[in-house]
């Protein structure tokens, strides 16, 4: 299993904090190139590819609120 579906796995269960740090280490596996995070994604099972899709978008939401109230710091400055 790997760091996705160990994850998307702990979501189901009740130590949520367990599910968030499982989360958080599986996507700061991931670095700028965004081609192969696209590829990775696409081999996934369906499961997986809606769950990344899921958190994708609400990121992309995320993302404009803060952009439009001109309130994000450095780190998300070239995202948004």
Same mark, same amino acid.
């Given at each position: 299993?790997?760091? @996705?579906?160990?994850?998307?796995? %702990?979501?189901?269960?009740? /130590?949520? +904090?367990? =599910?968030?740090? =499982? @989360?958080?280490? =599986? !996507?700061?596996?991931?670095?700028? /190139? #965004?081609? =192969?995070? *696209? +590829?990775? *994604? ?5 499961? *997986?590819?809606?769950?990344? @899709?899921? *958190? !994708? ?5 995320? %993302? ?8 994000? /710091?450095?780190?998300? #400055?070239?995202? !948004?």
């Amino acid at each position: 299993m790997n760091e @996705m579906e160990t994850a998307v796995s %702990l979501f189901s269960g009740k /130590d949520f +904090e367990k =599910a968030h740090e =499982a @989360m958080s280490a =599986a !996507c700061n596996i991931y670095g700028l /190139d #965004r081609q =192969a995070f *696209i +590829e990775l *994604i696409i081999s996934q099972k369906p499961k *997986i590819k809606k769950v990344w @899709m899921d *958190i !994708c978008r609400q990121w992309v939401k995320h %993302l404009h609120r803060a952009y439009s109230n001109n309130s994000y /710091d450095d780190r998300n #400055r070239q995202s !948004c």
